[in-house]
Nanobody
């Protein structure tokens, strides 16, 4: 079974930046599926952050991070696909465990609902200090 692996989390001061990465554990073509980023803070429900479709169409971005976070994907020379979440102007309220997830569809669903996604990574912690 394919597994997703996130990386890039850490501790950063408010106003700083981090870039999260999401890769598949095997030679699995992430580029043919919609990939989403979600986050979950302690005591809160999992929240959709952004989604990028396999090709075409603007990415979806939550209002809470619009203008600060950017999702993108890239394919390396060995055809390995990575999805990134560039996070700028971080705020303490962005502190959460961040997950990437795969939807077995090519296009992002209308809403950033966790139930639409089929495969999840283990998460990476992002902590923003004030």
């Amino acid at each position: 079974d394919v597994q997703l692996v996130e990386s890039g989390g850490g501790l950063v001061q408010a106003g700083g930046s981090l870039r999260l990465s999401c890769e598949a554990s095997a030679l699995f073509g992430l580029d043919v599926y919609a990939i989403g980023w979600f986050r979950q803070a302690p005591g809160k429900e999992r929240e959709g952050v952004s989604c990028i479709s396999s090709s075409g169409g603007p990415p979806k971005i939550a209002e809470s991070v619009r203008g600060r976070f950017t999702i993108s994907r890239a394919t390396s020379d060995n055809a390995k696909s990575t999805v990134y979440l560039q996070m700028n102007s971080l705020k303490p309220e962005d502190t959460a465990v961040y997950y990437c997830a795969l939807d077995l569809e090519r296009l992002c669903a209308k809403n950033l609902w966790p139930d639409d996604y089929d495969v999840w990574g283990q998460g990476t912690q992002v902590t923003v200090s004030s």
